[in-house]
C-alpha cells in the first residue's frame, strides 16, 4: 500500500482546545498538499476554512467529545454545521443512555442527527473504551438502523483509542451500508497500513501526514 493510497483514507485532524487559525490554515494546506480525504476541525472555523480552501473536504464534529448534550443541541450543531461548509459530520453518542440500555433512543437520536446532515455522511463515535463487547455489538445495530454512514471508534479523548480487535468486531455486527473509523491512537505507519487492511475507510489522525512525509507523530 503505498503512501498515496494511505493518504486518501486519512481525515487530518485537529482538535486540541487550542487551535488557532494559524494551525488549521497549516493543517488545510498540509491535506490539500497530501490529497487527503478530508480535514477534521472544529465547527467554528468551518466557515473561514471553505473561504480560504474552497475544495477542500471539511469535516467536523459534534457533541464533542462526551457525547451527552441533547438530541436538539446536536440537530443544532449539525445543521449549522452544514450551513458553514461542513462535508461531513462526526457525532458522538450518549454513553449514558448505551450504560442504561437505551439503545432505541441512542438510534433515534442518530436518525435524528443524521436527517439534520442534509444528506452529508454523518459518522458515529461510540468510544470503544468505556464500553463491553455486548454494548459494542449493540451499537452496532443502533448506528445500522439509525441510517449513518460511518461507526467510529473513538473521539481521540477517552482513556484508549482504535484497536484491531474493535475493527474486527465491527466488520461482524455492522450492515452493508456502513463503514468504519478509526481514530485516537494510529501512531505509525504500520499502524495506518494494519487499520486499513482490517477494513477501515477512513483513519482519523493527527499523524499521517507526518508519518509519511518523514516527521513526528501528533498527538490524536
Given at each position: 500500500?503505498?503512501?498515496?493510497?494511505?493518504?486518501?483514507?486519512?481525515?487530518?485532524?485537529?482538535?486540541?482546545?487550542?487551535?488557532?487559525?494559524?494551525?488549521?490554515?497549516?493543517?488545510?494546506?498540509?491535506?490539500?498538499?497530501?490529497r487527503t480525504a478530508t480535514v477534521c476541525?472544529?465547527?467554528?472555523?468551518?466557515?473561514?476554512?471553505?473561504?480560504?480552501?474552497?475544495?477542500?473536504?471539511?469535516?467536523?464534529v459534534i457533541g464533542f467529545p462526551l457525547?451527552?448534550?441533547?438530541?436538539?443541541?446536536?440537530?443544532?450543531?449539525?445543521?449549522?454545521?452544514?450551513?458553514?461548509?461542513?462535508?461531513?459530520?462526526?457525532?458522538?453518542?450518549?454513553?449514558?443512555?448505551?450504560?442504561?440500555?437505551?439503545?432505541?433512543?441512542?438510534?433515534?437520536?442518530?436518525?435524528?442527527?443524521?436527517?439534520?446532515?442534509?444528506?452529508?455522511?454523518?459518522?458515529?463515535?461510540?468510544?470503544?473504551?468505556?464500553?463491553?463487547?455486548?454494548?459494542?455489538?449493540?451499537?452496532?445495530?443502533?448506528?445500522?438502523?439509525?441510517?449513518?454512514?460511518?461507526?467510529?471508534?473513538?473521539?481521540?479523548?477517552?482513556?484508549?483509542?482504535?484497536?484491531?480487535?474493535?475493527?474486527?468486531?465491527?466488520?461482524?455486527?455492522?450492515?452493508?451500508?456502513?463503514?468504519?473509523?478509526?481514530?485516537?491512537?494510529?501512531?505509525?505507519?504500520?499502524?495506518?497500513?494494519?487499520?486499513?487492511?482490517?477494513?477501515?475507510?477512513?483513519?482519523?489522525?493527527?499523524?499521517?501526514?507526518?508519518?509519511?512525509?518523514?516527521?513526528?507523530?501528533?498527538?490524536?
Amino acid at each position: 500500500m503505498d503512501c498515496q493510497e494511505i493518504l486518501s483514507h486519512i481525515d487530518h485532524t485537529l482538535l486540541k482546545p487550542t487551535a488557532t487559525w494559524a494551525d488549521i490554515q497549516a493543517l488545510c494546506q498540509e491535506a490539500v498538499t497530501c490529497r487527503t480525504a478530508t480535514v477534521c476541525i472544529p465547527a467554528s472555523y468551518l466557515e473561514q476554512a471553505r473561504a480560504a480552501f474552497p475544495g477542500l473536504a471539511l469535516c467536523t464534529v459534534i457533541g464533542f467529545p462526551l457525547g451527552y448534550t441533547t438530541t436538539q443541541a446536536k440537530c443544532a450543531e449539525a445543521a449549522d454545521a452544514v450551513i458553514k461548509g461542513a462535508d461531513e459530520v462526526d457525532m458522538v453518542v450518549n454513553l449514558g443512555w448505551v450504560k442504561d440500555g437505551l439503545f432505541d433512543q441512542v438510534t433515534r437520536e442518530i436518525a435524528a442527527v443524521k436527517a439534520a446532515c442534509g444528506g452529508r455522511p454523518l459518522k458515529v463515535i461510540v468510544e470503544t473504551c468505556y464500553l463491553t463487547r455486548e454494548e459494542k455489538i449493540a451499537l452496532c445495530g443502533c448506528v445500522t438502523r439509525g441510517g449513518a454512514d460511518y461507526i467510529k471508534t473513538s473521539t481521540g479523548f477517552g482513556t484508549a483509542g482504535a484497536t484491531l480487535e474493535d475493527v474486527e468486531l465491527f466488520r461482524e455486527h455492522i450492515g452493508p451500508g456502513v463503514s468504519i473509523k478509526a481514530a485516537g491512537g494510529v501512531k505509525t505507519e504500520a499502524d495506518l497500513v494494519a487499520f486499513l487492511e482490517a477494513g477501515c475507510s477512513r483513519i482519523g489522525t493527527s499523524s499521517a501526514v507526518k508519518l509519511l512525509t518523514g516527521g513526528q507523530a501528533g498527538t490524536y
